[in-house]
């Protein structure tokens, strides 16, 4: 099954867009084994998400053990759910291909985040495989993301929309999605205006102070869908304590809710459009 | 003792710039075990290097077995040869900071190459070791290279040069170096203007086509150092038989005497000068 429908269904069955993302941060929570932790996790919330989406960062910080954590965490997530591998990897032709084989053969994650910095011969390995989805880093959610990001071609293109206008030239498998950060959605609606049917990867609604309202609203395709929303520490981390998964529910359960709401908000509006 | 520090004298010691990539690819030489492999070329070659570079795509796609390679690979390399993960990681902020722990503390790498496409608070959290070493791929080999790296400000300076002139700026800990594509040598030229004491890492001048001679006159530094000239493929699939190490060692004897020819050419040349 494609990505794009695999996402879609499980999006339709949960009737959610929220993704959580599955990071296991030491310096946030301690005293629990995370291998319980995430699977307490992935139990309280599948129900709530149309996708996982597990930072390598997190668990390589672990060494093996880490890398360990990260394939019987995925074991655990039901096999209709999504699962989305954010390494933002980037190489060379045949190193690329590397790493297309390690995340979608050997580890068999769904999706994968890329960064385009590298060009042509570093996507393609990615979306040869067809049935996986790819997300090109566009306009990240981080304050740095203005360094280079927003760099105006002298017809006044800024970088992020030139990387988006290649993601188009690039999609002949259908395939490719963007990573938009939720803290800047000026760029995220005209990302979207120009890639109206691909599924938009949004991070950055929590902590760093992401709007959820325009999230949704230019993140959202014309049927209120493809957009991913994630949200990790404000689920994760909800609660300290051992009510931690219950609190991670809750949190989650929230964020479902509002994104929902929203979305209706939006179909009403544009229903009532002459 | 700072990654440049160690760098130099690793160089000076063995009399060399090159650098060997230790890629194990089972696309290209089968029927060895990895670890035997990886072992045989570090013990023929660890006289003739500045420096070795595994690239972790290699590793990660043979799974946990492939990271427990990478693990007892570089237990194997002697101690004073600095050792560069080439996994081009870049991630916002927090992450940056797990991938930082990853590679420096976890693994204990002496240096990584990193992706500048997030920006500042993407470096940071690995120059924060001040003594390890962080390239940032500022002009990378492939042809895909031109996609994005090109892309010139109104003002006329493309990003590439942008990067190398934010390298700059965030080189407060002085342990940044650049990535820089041998195959692109008036690039390399104008970076090694405008950045005159930083150790270059110059990937490219195997099947990738880049020029030797270039890659060291444009990448030396006023000494003749500080240029780590990178080589994988044709030094260890320089033969696909038992006798794969002394073929790579014969391979690396000679590029090593090239680069020190070339390297004695310049110095005579620069001398000459009025």
Known sequence: ???????????????????????????????????????????????????????????????????????KTVEHIPKYIPVIADGKRGD???????????????????????????????????TSYTEKGVFILCRTSNPGALDFQNLRSPEGVPLYELVARKALEWNTNGNIGLVMGATYPEELKSVRQLCPDMPLLIPGIGPQGGDLASAVRYGTDKNGEKAIIVAARQVLYAASGSDFAAAARKAAME???????????IGRLLSQQP
């Open 255 to 265: 964020l479902k809710g509002k994104i929902n709401r929203l979305v209706s908000e």
């Open 92 to 126: 060379i032709g045949n190193t690329a291909k590397a790493y297309a084989r390690a995340l979608f053969s050997t580890f068999g994650f769904d999706a994968a985040t890329v960064n385009p910095y590298l060009g042509t011969d570093c996507i393609e390995p990615f």
């Open 1 to 71: 099954m494609k990505f794009i429908d695999k996402l879609l269904a499980a999006s339709r069955k949960n009737n959610s867009l929220l993704c959580i993302g599955l990071d296991p941060d030491p310096e946030l929570i301690s005293g629990v084994d995370f291998l319980d932790f995430n699977r307490a996790i992935i139990d309280a919330t599948f129900d709530l998400v149309c996708a996982y989406k597990p930072n390598l960062a997190f668990y390589e910080a672990m060494g093996i053990d880490g890398l360990k954590l990260l394939v």
